[in-house]
């Protein structure tokens, strides 16, 4: 081999290296590169996660101040129909009590009245019973003394005597028949 060959062949390997480091620095500052970028990206990428995060919590803070504005409104609206509520079943309730009073009222007075009914009835019947004894205990008084008159003496009574009412109101009819004007009143009212 030769001076020249060899020459070449140094050159030819010299200029592989070259191109072989050029190479390697090549790749080198492309991994670099890419390796910032992905750094870069991933910074990007935080960072607009971050202002995602951010913007969201606004967003969330927002709502919840709105869906709590819209709490209090419908809180207030409840508020003010239940007391609307309240007072119109409290008027309700007031008319229906002035309604129950005013039937109380109106059932007593008729009350008062059958029972006024039945207390003239009562004196009615009373004084006629009254009457009736003393028509009976004068009548048979008087039909004695014509018997004795006509048959002579010593001759008995031909009634007997019932004896004076024991109070003023009290009637001298049988239990079982003195209500029984009462109830006829009542039922003629």
Excluded: C
């Excluded at 492309?30 to 995060?53: F, P």
């Excluded at 008084?141 to 009634?159: I, L, N, R, V, Y």
Aim: glycine fraction near 8%; proline fraction near 5%.
């Amino acid at each position: 081999m030769n001076f020249l060959t060899v020459t070449i062949i140094i050159f030819i390997v010299a200029l592989i290296g070259v191109f072989a480091v050029a190479l390697i620095v090549y790749l080198s500052s492309l991994v670099k590169s890419a390796y910032q970028i992905k750094i870069e990206m991933r910074n990007d990428l935080e960072e607009g996660l971050k202002r995602a995060d951010e913007e969201l919590n606004k967003r969330s803070r927002w709502i919840k101040r709105e869906l709590l504005e819209e709490i209090e409104r419908i809180k207030g609206g409840m508020q003010a129909d239940i007391t609307n509520r309240g007072i119109t079943i409290l008027e309700e309730t007031r008319k229906m009590v002035a309604g129950s009073e005013e039937g109380l009222r109106h059932d007593l007075a008729e009350t008062n009245r059958l029972l006024g009914e039945a207390r003239d009835l009562l004196y009615a019947l009373d004084h006629k019973v009254k009457s009736m004894r003393r028509e009976a205990h004068g009548g048979a008084a008087s039909a004695d003394a014509q018997a004795a008159k006509a048959g002579g003496e010593g001759a008995a009574p031909s009634t007997p005597a019932l004896p004076p009412p024991s109070g003023s109101v009290a009637s001298p009819l049988p239990a079982a028949a003195s209500p029984k004007p009462v109830q006829a009143a009542s039922t003629s009212s």
